[in-house]
Structures are given as C-alpha cells and as structure tokens.
C-alpha cells in the first residue's frame, strides 16, 4: 500500500503563488508514476499534471501550462506542483495520485488540499 499526504493548499489572491507538496509512505517504489488532479464544487475531478519516475517526462491540462509546473524528489518521496499566476478558475481541492508506472491507472490518492482563488 502507498499512503500520499498533501499539503500546501490555501487562499490566495488572484495572480498569486501557492506550491503544494504531496509525501508518499509505504510502498513508494509503486509511484512510478505521480499526478496532481482537482475537483471544483459542483464539477468533476480532472487531471491537472502528471510526472514520470525519472522527472523526465510530464504532462499538463492545457489550461495550466506555462503557469504549473510538476516536480518530484524521489529521496524525499515527494512530489510538488508549483502553481503560478493563479486564477479563481484555479480553485479546487487538489489531490496527489499514484500509479504503478507511466500510462497505468492512478491507484492511490491522497485526502486533498484546499486551494482557494479569490478574485
């Protein structure tokens, strides 16, 4: 089993700068692959960015690229997003997602963290 702990989350003004930060515990050589999703009141959780083992490989939601950026430290077992120039639109509660390998399922999830975008 792999246990994945957000945190980071908060209010913020539009414009502004959060980074959040996930840590994995127990079987981390089973988060080969890392992702952040969020869910908005009333929406659908959607898939914000994803990172490959080696940090090599990444992928974003087009509505977050070149203002997100997903980062890994595998000696921590930790993964970041790093969130800029935020928007009310950003606002969600984020999770931190782990699968197996690039491409697989997401299998574990992490309970979320707020992020609040005020306008």
């Known amino acids: 089993q792999v246990q994945l702990v957000e945190s980071g989350g908060g209010l913020v003004q539009a414009g502004g700068s959060l980074r959040l930060s996930c840590v994995a515990s127990?079987?981390?050589?089973?988060?080969?692959?890392m992702a952040w999703f969020r869910q908005a009141p009333g929406k659908e959780r959607e898939f914000v960015a994803a990172?490959?083992?080696?940090?090599?490989?990444?992928n974003y939601r087009d509505s977050v690229k070149g203002r997100f950026t997903i980062s890994r430290d595998n000696a921590k077992n930790t993964v970041y997003l790093q969130m800029n120039s935020l928007k009310p639109d950003d606002t969600a509660v984020y999770y931190c997602?782990?699968?197996?390998?690039?491409?697989?399922?997401?299998?574990?999830w992490g309970q979320g963290t707020q992020v609040t975008v005020s306008s």
């Open positions: 997602a782990a699968a197996l390998r690039w491409g697989s399922p997401y299998e574990y």
């Open positions: 990172i490959s083992w080696s940090g090599g490989v990444t």
């Open positions: 127990g079987r981390t050589f089973d988060t080969k692959s």
